[in-house]
């Protein structure tokens, strides 16, 4: 029941800040609305290059909007309002799906966050909604009292205690911007609308953020391993890490097993293997030393593979905080084994090459 | 035995519901469907407990203890000492989402 306070760290003090601006802002009648800003439904360049930049974690905290009331098109007192975060792409989502359809959108304060994690933290919720419903002046500026917001804003959202907070009654639109149109024919979404994907485009399109995330410890742990044992144990890490930030997201759907960290743990294996057959017909390499490296390779990329397939959790469209719970006791403490052990291996291996030198 | 998500909090009163919709309206999953005289919980496995059904039901009729299933998130406060279950949220810094 408590879907307000979820995201302790953002929702907080937002709720506490906003709190205090509804009484002071509430209660001064006097203070000037903001006026109503013009945005149209195309996307420039500098929109897509904004949107490049934003999935590739660029500034990723700088894609803001700024919050306040939209007009596109020609919109009158009977037009409908539709609600989204300050967060660009999300704003472009809505206004780029809109063309042709004149109509204001409330864009309220996330912190530059999407609808979805920013209603999941509660920062697109009831308090900041009934807020702008305020601040905006939006009951003067329309006729009507109704209020269309992306369903994906609905974990946040209170639709009734909007209603009785400000007057307005809350029409949750689909879950994609673009079925906005068909979806404003009837005013009703089809179960299909309704529904959230994790489709090959959107597993795509996460996976450059993924790989910067582990950019840097990567290169950390391919200089670490080089000076070790040398550039096969450097490539291990950079293995490990594409394969767990960019193979994963993509093959998710293909990988046996329902759990992340096992479908991590098994692409692991799979990436491997080769690498695997390759040193093993290497007619150079002593027995001892390929036995080792063969067991810190399969032990090392599956534990990484494994570890950034848990963390990736919070990126899928489906896992609940129970099972990812779950899965976090059931196999942190088996990836931990197997890297301890990996790391032993490379260490007997880097020890023995230093003898070998001496 | 390779499946977590088989359970989760989700739990639903059907003699409390006034079959309003809203949570087949909500539900990213539809966990909910249309049902004679109460909505039916026809798919509680596919719940990923956001929370949106028992937000936004007028009478609360559905309880789940939603959250944010990032484990980045919980493995830092598990590590810092913290509830897993409390303030796990990842955003500002390099968080998950």
Request: net charge neutral.
């Amino acid at each position: 029941m408590d879907t307000n306070n979820n995201g302790g760290c953002c929702s907080s003090d937002t709720e506490v800040n906003t709190g205090q601006f509804i009484q002071m802002i509430g209660l001064d009648k006097n203070s000037p609305a903001p006026e109503i800003q013009e945005t149209t439904s195309d996307l420039t360049f500098n929109d897509r290059f904004d949107h490049f930049l934003a999935r590739w974690g660029f500034r990723r905290s700088e894609h803001i909007v700024q919050p306040g009331i939209y007009k596109l098109g020609t919109p009158d007192a009977d037009s409908p309002v539709f609600v989204s975060a300050n967060y660009t792409l999300s704003f472009d989502a809505l206004r780029s799906s809109l063309a042709g359809i004149d109509c204001y959108i409330l864009v309220i304060d996330t912190k530059g966050i999407n609808v979805w994690c920013a209603a999941g933290k509660g920062t697109f919720g009831t308090d900041e909604i009934v807020y702008r419903i305020k601040w905006s002046g939006l009951s003067k500026i329309v006729n009507h009292r109704k209020l269309i917001l992306p369903q994906l804003g609905a974990p946040g959202v209170s639709a009734h205690e909007i209603s009785k907070r400000s007057g307005f009654k809350v029409e949750y639109g689909p879950v994609r911007a673009s079925d906005l149109p068909e979806y404003l024919k009837t005013h009703t979404a089809t179960p299909e609308m309704r529904k959230v994907k994790f489709t090959f485009k959107d597993r795509l399109v996460l996976t450059p953020i993924e790989f910067v995330h582990v950019v840097k410890p990567t290169i950390i742990a391919a200089i670490l391993l080089y000076m070790l044992s040398g550039p096969l144990a450097a490539l291990i890490a950079v293995i490990a890490a594409v394969a767990g930030t960019v193979l994963f997201p993509v093959l998710l759907p293909f990988l046996p097993a329902h759990d992340l960290s096992i479908k991590g743990i098994i692409l692991g294996w799979l990436v491997t293997i080769p690498f695997g057959i390759v040193l093993a017909a290497d007619p150079s390499i002593v027995l001892w030393e390929k036995i080792l490296t063969l067991m810190a390779m399969f032990l090392l990329i599956p534990a990484v593979t494994g570890f950034l397939a848990l963390n990736f959790t919070g990126c899928t469209t489906y896992t609940s905080r129970t099972g990812v719970k779950k899965e976090i006791f059931k196999y942190v403490p088996y990836i931990a084994l197997k890297a301890g052990t990996g790391i032993i291996c490379l260490i007997v291996l880097g020890a023995s090459r230093l003898m070998e030198i001496i | 035995m390779f499946n977590s998500y088989n359970e989760n909090t989700l739990q639903f009163h059907p003699e409390k519901c006034i079959n309003c919709l809203i949570c087949t309206q909500v539900c990213p999953h539809g966990v909910f469907t249309e049902g004679k005289g109460h909505v039916e919980l026809t798919s509680p496995e596919k719940c990923m407990e956001c929370g949106a059904c028992a937000g936004n039901c007028p009478v609360e009729a559905i309880e789940v203890q939603s959250g944010v299933g990032c484990a980045w998130a919980m493995i830092n406060a598990a590590l810092k000492g913290k509830d897993m279950d409390s303030d796990a949220c990842c955003c500002g810094d390099d968080g998950c989402c």
